[in-house]
C-alpha cells in the first residue's frame, strides 16, 4: 500500500472536470498517487468527462438514483465512502465544489481523521437557502478542511473573515482552466452549425432554485427575444430532471429555431460556447469557462459565488425575471459596443496552473518537499 495515497472524490459533471487536470497533475508527481473514487452523483455526465479526460475511477459507487431526496443521496454517500475510506487509508482527501458528494466525504474524511483538501474554497453568497443546498456544502466544507485552495483573491478574502486560519488558505487559481487549455486542443463539433449572418445563443439550467416559475420566465424571456430578433437561434442542451426537461420541452419544444438537445459532452460543449454570441446560464462553471473564451455570460440568478466575473464585467446578473433577462441580452445582441466590452476575452479564474500549485503544496505539506516559490509568482488574480 502506498502510504502517500491522495483520494479524489468526483460525483459530478462539473467536479470530473475540475478535478481531471489535478488527477493528472498528481500521476505526474513522485511522492503521490491519486486514487479516484467516484459518486457517481450524475453517472452518465460523469462518465463521459473521465473518458475525455483518459481517466479511470478506482472506486464507483454508483449512487444516481431517479428523483433520489437530498437526504438518501446524503445517507448513502456517507456509508460508502466511509467503507472506502477505510480500504484505502489515505494521506488526505481532495473534494470540489459544492455538491453533497462534498459534503459527505468530507464529513467522513473528518470521521477518519483524514485531512480535507477543498479544491476551489472560499466562494459564498452568505445566503444559505441560495444556491440550495450549495452554500451550505461549502460552509461545512469550509470548517471542517486543512487545505483552502482559493480560485481567487477574493475568494480567499471570504475564508479568512470566517476566521479559517491563514496559513491553511491558498490563491491557486481555478482548475477550470487548466482543464479548458487542455480541452481546446480536441476537436468537436457544434450540433447547430451557425450560418452567416446568424447569432447563436447557448442556455443552461440545472438549479434547484429554478424550478418552477423561474424557469418557466426564463423560457418566456427567450421566447421574447426570438420574436424580436429573427436572425437569433438557441441552442439548449436540456438537463434530464424532469423538473428541467418538462417545462423547457412543452414551451420551447415546438419553435423552429430552438434546438433541444441532450446534455452535451465537455468538448461539445467548449465547442458550443465558442459558437455562441451570447450565453445564458446559472452554472457556476459556465461562469467561469466562458469568459475565458471572450463569451459573455448572463447569470440566471439573484446572487452568485462567483462575483469576479461580474465585478471584472464580463458575466451580469439578471435573474430569472423575463423584463430583465430580455433587457441585457438585447442589448448584448444589437448594441457592438456593449458586446464588445463584455467579449474581452479576459477571466479573473486563473492561469492554467492551478493543478501544479495544489500538487506542490500537498507534497510539501505531506512528505516534506520544498516548496517553489515560484509556482505562484505567475498567478496574481484579476479580482484584486
Request: include cysteine.
Amino acid at each position: 500500500m502506498n502510504v502517500n495515497r491522495v483520494a479524489v472524490v468526483v460525483g459530478t459533471r462539473p467536479e470530473a472536470i475540475k478535478m481531471a487536470p489535478l488527477v493528472h497533475a498528481l500521476r505526474h508527481s513522485s511522492h503521490l498517487e491519486p486514487v479516484v473514487i467516484a459518486t457517481a452523483q450524475h453517472r452518465e455526465m460523469l462518465d463521459q468527462v473521465l473518458e475525455i479526460f483518459d481517466i479511470k475511477s478506482d472506486y464507483d459507487l454508483d449512487l444516481m438514483r431517479p428523483n433520489q431526496s437530498l437526504a438518501s443521496l446524503t445517507s448513502r454517500l456517507i456509508t460508502s465512502l466511509d467503507e472506502v475510506v477505510r480500504e484505502i487509508a489515505p494521506r488526505a482527501m481532495l473534494v470540489q465544489g459544492d455538491t453533497t458528494s462534498v459534503l459527505a466525504a468530507s464529513l467522513v474524511s473528518f470521521y477518519n481523521n483524514v485531512p480535507v483538501g477543498h479544491v476551489e474554497a472560499g466562494l459564498r453568497t452568505n445566503d444559505m437557502r441560495n444556491p440550495f443546498p450549495e452554500e451550505m456544502n461549502r460552509v461545512v466544507t469550509g470548517r471542517l478542511a486543512r487545505w483552502h485552495f482559493a480560485p481567487t483573491l477574493s475568494a480567499a478574502q471570504n475564508l479568512l473573515k470566517e476566521h479559517v486560519p491563514a496559513d491553511t488558505v491558498f490563491v491557486t487559481g481555478n482548475t477550470v482552466i487548466d482543464a479548458l487549455f487542455e480541452a481546446r486542443e480536441h476537436a468537436a463539433k457544434v450540433p447547430r452549425q451557425v450560418a452567416a449572418g446568424r447569432k447563436l445563443m447557448l442556455v443552461t439550467t440545472h438549479r434547484r432554485e429554478n424550478f418552477g416559475e423561474p424557469l418557466k420566465r426564463v423560457c418566456g424571456a427567450i421566447l421574447e427575444l426570438l420574436e424580436r430578433d429573427e436572425t437569433l437561434d438557441v441552442l439548449f442542451p436540456v438537463h434530464p430532471n424532469p423538473n428541467v426537461s418538462a417545462i423547457v420541452r412543452e414551451m420551447l419544444g415546438g419553435h423552429p429555431r430552438v434546438e433541444l438537445c441532450a446534455p452535451l459532452d465537455y468538448l461539445s460543449f467548449i465547442a458550443a460556447m465558442e459558437a455562441a454570441h451570447i450565453v445564458l446560464s446559472d452554472s457556476g462553471g459556465v461562469q467561469e469557462e466562458a469568459p475565458a473564451l471572450g463569451k459573455p455570460v448572463l447569470v440566471l440568478r439573484d446572487e452568485t459565488e462567483r462575483p469576479e466575473a461580474v465585478s471584472f464585467g464580463v458575466a451580469a446578473l439578471v435573474g430569472t425575471e423575463a423584463s430583465s433577462i430580455v433587457s441585457k441580452a438585447q442589448r448584448l445582441l444589437t448594441d457592438p459596443a456593449a458586446y464588445s466590452e463584455m467579449a474581452r476575452g479576459a477571466s479573473p479564474y486563473g492561469d492554467g496552473l492551478a493543478s501544479r500549485r495544489i500538487v506542490a503544496l500537498l507534497e510539501h505539506t505531506l512528505c516534506g518537499v520544498e516548496l517553489n516559490v515560484e509556482e505562484f509568482s505567475g498567478f496574481a488574480s484579476n479580482d484584486q
